[in-house]
């Protein structure tokens, strides 16, 4: 999974056509998001760490639970929404694309920035908030959507168009 991660930055579209030609696999799709988000959720650590020292008022168990909450069960059915929120535009739009690959787009996207996301959280860990770490940020989140939007190209063309 590391290299295809590797793969999806030098070759993004070789890599979703690759997934997709096992056919629609919701529960790869799962996986994949599930991956992400702990990913995404382990990120967050250094800077709820340095939250926790610089206010004692809340444990660093409370704030990690929070974001344990946040990441691992409310973000996957937000990006579920997400993913059903743009399959119902690309119907709208007069576009036909399986929902599976709709969702792996969109998904393998958040975990192929993850990398950024750890170095994100750790900037935000060590130096804080800024203007450096918001810049970082900002290119964290440039990155997903460009990302987003090639995996989501590919998906369209590579895909059948019969699964929900």
Do not use: K, N
């Not at 168990?61 to 946040?70: H, Q, S, V």
């Not at 969702?103 to 950024?116: D, E």
Request: charged share 15%; with cysteine; net charge positive.
């Amino acid at each position: 999974m590391a290299a295809d991660i590797l793969r999806s930055w030098r070759s993004p579209r070789q890599t979703m056509r690759a997934m997709l030609r096992d056919g629609p696999r919701e529960d790869r799709a799962l996986a994949v998001l599930m991956a992400a988000c702990l990913l995404v959720f382990v990120a967050q650590w250094p800077a709820l760490a340095r939250a926790a020292h610089l206010d004692p008022s809340v444990p660093l168990a409370a704030r990690i639970g929070g974001a344990l909450m946040g990441w691992l069960f409310i973000a996957p059915l937000l990006l579920y929404g997400i993913a059903g929120l743009v399959q119902a535009a690309l119907w709208l739009a007069g576009r036909r694309a399986c929902g599976t690959a709709v969702r792996l787009a969109l998904f393998w996207a958040l975990l192929a920035s993850a990398p950024l996301w750890l170095l994100h959280g750790l900037m935000r860990g060590i130096v804080g908030t800024g203007a450096l770490t918001a810049v970082v940020g900002f290119g964290v989140l440039g990155a997903f959507l460009l990302l987003w939007g090639v995996l989501m190209r590919e998906a369209m063309l590579e895909a059948p168009a019969t699964s929900a």
